[in-house]
Structure formats: structure tokens, C-alpha cells
């Protein structure tokens, strides 16, 4: 599942000390920020593209089918402007409600499904993970300190 979201976000300022992030010196546009949810193996993996100055933090969760407790929680990551992203969360073989979340640095725009989000901006996707070994790595991956 491919989704793109369109939002425009006015970024105020860059974050200063850290020197992170860069002075945006343009509003978001629809392709600006794009999800892709997709099984590999034995994960669920959440491909992240943010295509402006800045950066965006992302969380990924996977609840199983008849349950409200996460399986899996991948993040929080942070993919910079230009860059893209990865989220991995390795699960047993079953049916799984995908909910995510990306907030923008420094405006704190956010994008998502509801739940976690208040008022999400995308429904939650749910997949089917036959699998019992694969790609997945070891748990939840994506971390900007490594796994």
C-alpha cells in the first residue's frame, strides 16, 4: 500500500546548536511526504520518504488482529528532508492493524492514522504475515542509534 499524503507546512525556523536540521525555504507539497506499508519476510516494514528541509519523526505499531496491545512498535525514527526511511517491526505469522505516525521538525505537523493520532490524516492498514522467518531483523529496527 502506497500512501501520500498532501499537507502544507509552514516551517518557522531551523533548530539551532545541534545543527541538524536546514532552514526550509518552501512549504510542503502532496508528494512531500510518503508511507509504503509492506510484508518482507517475517516484518513489517514501513518505508518513509520526506522530500523537504527538515526532518520528520516517525513511529510505527502493529496490533494484532483481535487486540488492542501492540505486537511490535518500530521507532521512533527520524528521516531527514531529502532522505528516506525505514521503520522494521518482526512479528509472528498472523493478521495485524498497522497504525503510524510522523511528526515534523521543528513545526510539528503531524501525519498518520488515528489511533495514535487524534485526528488522523490515513486509515489503518491491515495485513497478513505468513512467515516465520525472514528479513525481519530483531524486533524493532529504524532507531537513529542503531539496533
Do not use: H
Amino acid at each position: 500500500m502506497k500512501v501520500t499524503i498532501a499537507r502544507t507546512v509552514g516551517i518557522a525556523a531551523a533548530v539551532t546548536g545541534v545543527g541538524l536540521l536546514a532552514a526550509p525555504t518552501a512549504s510542503a507539497a502532496p508528494e512531500d511526504l510518503s508511507v509504503d506499508i509492506a510484508v518482507e519476510g517475517n516484518a513489517i516494514v514501513m518505508d518513509v520518504a520526506y522530500d523537504v528541509p527538515g526532518a520528520v519523526v516517525c513511529v510505527l505499531n502493529t496490533l494484532p488482529g483481535d487486540g488492542t496491545v501492540p505486537a511490535a512498535i518500530a521507532g521512533p525514527t527520524v528521516v531527514m528532508g531529502g532522505d528516506d526511511g525505514e521503520l522494521r517491526a518482526t512479528v509472528e505469522p498472523g493478521e495485524y492493524t498497522v497504525q503510524w505516525s510522523c511528526s515534523s521538525i521543528p513545526s510539528f505537523e503531524q501525519w498518520g492514522t488515528a489511533p495514535p493520532l487524534t485526528n488522523g490524516t490515513e486509515d489503518p492498514t491491515t495485513v497478513t504475515v505468513t512467515d516465520t522467518s525472514g528479513p525481519g531483523g530483531g524486533g524493532s529496527s529504524g532507531s537513529p542509534f542503531g539496533s
